[in-house]
């Protein structure tokens, strides 16, 4: 009806908004829920540039798995990092009782208008408690049918005044995307611009990689990035592919940075790769932290390696990325909004989603990727780029 009057806090409906959108100016303070894993973190900090270009003024605080908040620590758009330490669900409610009531009183006094709860946050129960417990207006997440329990989906639908539909094809949707969609849920639109990952690494992790750097004669933008293992054996780089991509950048003098998680196994199978070959092959591997990581690759030429992590963190620091994906989804999970090149067998079975073929830890997709597709791949970025300088030698 003309003149109607519009619900405090509702925005007037244009085309393509939501009937129950919200008014921007009700949304200035803002928590959001991030994912457990690495990559899903990286990709999920989509929502912070947004919030912060829609909404200038929004003071936005994160609730994050306590080994990932130095991701954002530094970043001059979150207010307040929060942390939830990953062996609480280990140890139950009881034993955590403590510092489960210490983080919820230190919520409550932030007196929220928002809570976004990522789609890829695993733990579902966090969301609609801190809804009721904080008595925080509004709360969006992900569709009810995507959780399993009887008593989440009904949680959701009693708590969350907002959630998203499920996806008509979830295996093509980019998870940065489906990120934006909660806020595209409450009616807030992100210009293309602000849909960008963010991530900071911060002064002291910037200085211990320029002396790192400086130790060894390295220019900046004057060496490869390479990441060949991931989280799962199943989607590391076969050793093979891993030795012939080395010999290749051997041959031309280029200097190689390889890296790896903290894992035993993990060093084992970078150790051995560098091995033998010289100052020019720096094994980093298991000696970073995630901003400095993040401050290497800021300084890198391009990213070769695996589809994992590190290759969101290069991505988010605006790094080209050549990745060899495998049972991982490359639809969903492709490098985001940088240069980009992805190799793939093309098997029917992929994207699977598992540690390697039946959890096997061995994957037949990535043992079919011949080396020769990842040197024309990275010879093409040689072609269209500056070239990569040899290092200095003392």
């Known amino acids: 009806m003309a003149g109607a009057l519009i619900p405090p806090g509702v925005m007037a409906r244009h085309d393509g908004a939501p009937s129950d959108a919200i008014a921007a100016s009700r949304l200035r303070r803002v928590l959001i829920i991030m994912p457990q894993l690495l990559g899903d973190a990286v990709l999920s900090s989509v929502l912070i540039s947004a919030l912060q270009d829609m909404i200038p003024d929004s003071r936005i605080d994160v609730l994050v798995h306590r080994p990932l908040a130095e991701l954002f620590v530094h970043n001059p758009a979150i207010a307040a990092v929060h942390t939830i330490d990953r062996d609480w669900r280990k140890k139950g409610l009881w034993r955590t009782a403590g510092p489960r009531w210490a983080l919820i009183r230190a919520l409550r006094a932030r007196r929220y208008d928002l809570l976004i709860q990522s789609p890829h946050t695993t733990d579902g129960s966090w969301g609609p408690a801190l809804k009721a417990l904080l008595r925080i207006p509004y709360a969006v997440g992900a569709s009810p049918a995507t959780h399993g329990s009887p008593l989440k989906r009904f949680m959701w639908r009693r708590l969350f ?34 849909r960008r990952a963010t991530i900071e690494p911060g002064p002291a992790a910037r200085a211990r990689i320029d002396a790192l750097l400086a130790s060894r004669h390295i220019p900046q933008r004057g060496f490869v990035l390479f990441a060949p293992l991931a989280g799962q054996r199943g989607r590391t780089l076969p050793a093979s592919l891993c030795r012939d991509f080395l010999d290749h950048c051997q041959g031309r003098g280029l200097t190689v940075i390889i890296i790896s998680g ?56 605006g790094l080209p990325v050549i ?38 830890g061995h994957a037949d997709c990535l043992h079919d990727i011949h080396s020769r597709t990842l040197l024309d791949a990275f010879q093409a970025f040689e072609a269209s780029s500056e070239p990569l300088a040899p290092a200095r030698t003392c």
């Open 161 to 194: 005044t907002h959630t998203l539909p499920l996806p008509p094809d979830p295996n093509h949707r980019h998870v940065a995307e489906w990120h934006l969609d909660l806020l595209r849920r409450l009616g807030l639109n992100p210009s293309p611009a602000a």
């Open 323 to 360: 990745a060899c994906f495998g049972p991982g989804d490359h639809y969903r999970f492709s490098p985001w909004q940088t240069r980009q090149s992805l190799i793939l067998a093309h098997r029917s079975c992929q994207p699977c989603e598992l540690d390697g073929c039946g959890n096997s």
């Open 262 to 317: 903290h894992e035993a196994w993990q060093q084992t199978f970078a150790h051995a790769l560098a091995q033998g070959r010289g100052d020019r092959m720096v094994d980093l591997a298991g000696t970073l932290t995630l901003t400095e990581l993040a401050a290497l690759a800021s300084a890198a030429r391009v990213f070769v390696g695996a589809d994992s992590g590190p290759m969101h963190i290069a991505a988010a620091m």
